[in-house]
């Protein structure tokens, strides 16, 4: 708990995920797919890289991960939502898109 005067435990170290503190076995985040090396130290589940998104493939029927590829011209930044895609775009510019590539329809 944050707050109280407790040691902070690590739960399990990079790379290796458990449900128990210090009970761990290794993450199984395919890199090929573009997942991070590290998943979620207590339920193992794998994250994308950075500048990367979830995507269900329905002709394999497995996960995996696809560039952002957030318009740097009207996008916040190269980092995109997890699930959807969706880059920052910028506000009050008129810019639309999961992209940020395209321009408001008046």
Known sequence: ???D????????????WGKEPGICGPCECDE??????????RTGRCNCKPNYFKK??????????????????????????EL????????GAGITGRRCDQCVSP
């Not at 090929?32 to 130290?41: A, E, G, H």
């Not at 497995?62 to 009207?74: A, F, I, K, S, T």
């Open 1 to 3: 708990n944050k707050g």
């Open 5 to 16: 005067n407790s040691l902070t435990i690590e739960w399990c170290p990079a790379k290796w």
């Open 32 to 41: 090929s797919k573009n997942f991070s090396p590290d998943c979620d130290s």
């Open 56 to 81: 269900f493939n329905k002709l394999t029927r497995e996960w995996h991960c696809v560039p952002c590829d957030c318009y740097l011209e009207g996008s916040t930044s190269r980092q995109c939502e």
């Open 84 to 91: 959807t895609g969706q880059c920052g775009c910028l506000k």
